[in-house]
């Protein structure tokens, strides 16, 4: 039987301390890359605003906006939406309007994107913009066009700076984004 000598014993602590220091090397870049993610994850809300105005001249008008906004605290690229009123694909805002009822006049709109922009962190990005006059004329058929919106599907797929990328959906049951491996292409 051969006799343990210090010099195997501090052979034997040095093989010790190496693998101690290269698990600990392995979970600190571990812990410092999921860092880098969480300090540029962005969050992708969709919210819509339907309010009265008055405009400069006294009338009333009823003011609709629909919007993404970023509540993360990287920037979020915007990669692809979908969006649909009782089931009419919306490609660009400017087709809502074939969905109005005959006689339903807008006073103002703006028309933003749906796909393909960089939103920055606490940016807002207005989609859809549209004011109708307020008054008994307009609010039957106005009424008429609200039911169908506030129950269309519009989500956005947009990914972090290290693609890491996610769906945000409007009228959803949970505001957290859905994880997903990829965006689909843009329209």
Not at 13 to 37: K, P, T
Not at 43 to 59: A, F, I, K, M, P
Not at 106 to 133: F, H, K, R
């Amino acid at each position: 039987m051969s006799k343990i000598t210090v010099q195997d014993v501090a052979s034997y602590a040095a093989v010790i301390v190496a693998c101690v220091a290269l698990y600990v090397g392995w979970d600190q870049s571990r812990i410092y890359r999921a860092q880098q993610h969480a300090d540029v994850f962005p969050v992708v809300q969709l919210t819509s605003q339907y309010v009265t105005q008055r405009t400069e001249s006294g009338d009333s008008i009823r003011v609709l906006q629909l919007s993404a906004s970023n509540q993360g605290v990287g920037p979020a690229f915007i990669e692809h939406g979908d969006w649909n009123i009782e089931g009419v694909k919306i490609n660009h805002a400017s087709e809502i309007k074939a969905l109005f009822p005959e006689g339903l006049l807008t006073v103002d709109e703006y028309q933003g994107q749906i796909d393909s922009y960089l939103l920055g962190a606490g940016e807002e990005n207005v989609i859809w913009q549209v004011s109708w006059p307020n008054n008994s004329e307009m609010q039957p058929k106005l009424q008429e066009f609200m039911d169908s919106f506030w129950v269309m599907n519009f989500e956005v797929c947009y990914c972090s700076l290290y693609e890491r990328c996610w769906i945000s959906r409007y009228n959803a049951t949970s505001p957290r984004p859905k994880s997903v491996d990829s965006c689909p292409a843009a329209n």
